[in-house]
Nanobody, 121 residues
Framework: QVHLVESGGGSVQAGGSLRLSCAAS????????MGWYRQAPGKSRELVAA???????NYADSVKGRFTISRDNAKNTVYLQMNSVKPDDTAVYYC???????????????WGQGTQVTVSS
């Protein structure tokens, strides 16, 4: 089974930077899309950023110009570089894999356990 390990979360001051990592382990042939979602208290989960196999990216308007997503296909790892963070960025961030091909078959989605990011003002 595919397993995701998220790291890099924590507490930072407004204006600071943070780098999230998500490494997928297990027997994986291909991952079509890798991304990060977040959910703040009292709010629904929303897409933060995603990157496809062709390195095309998609960002939420609220993070454009501040966050950068990238992937290392050899390591099955996706990164989210968070710069100029704001208190509104405070949320639980979830790693997501879309379109995963494994020896056991094809799977639409895998989710990480979530990592807390807290931005103090």
């Amino acid at each position: 089974q595919v397993h995701l390990v998220e790291s890099g979360g924590g507490s930072v001051q407004a204006g600071g930077s943070l780098r999230l990592s998500c490494a997928a382990s297990g027997s994986i042939y291909h991952i079509n899309r890798m991304g990060w979602y977040r959910q703040a208290p009292g709010k629904s989960r929303e897409l933060v950023a995603a990157v496809a196999v062709g390195d095309s990216t998609n960002y939420a308007d609220s993070v454009k110009g501040r966050f950068t997503i990238s992937r290392d296909n050899a390591k099955n790892t996706v990164y989210l570089q968070m710069n100029s963070v704001k208190p509104d960025d405070t949320a639980v961030y979830y790693c997501n894999l879309g379109g995963v091909t494994t020896p056991g078959g094809y799977y639409d989605n895998y989710w990480g356990q979530g990592t807390q990011v807290t931005v103090s003002s």
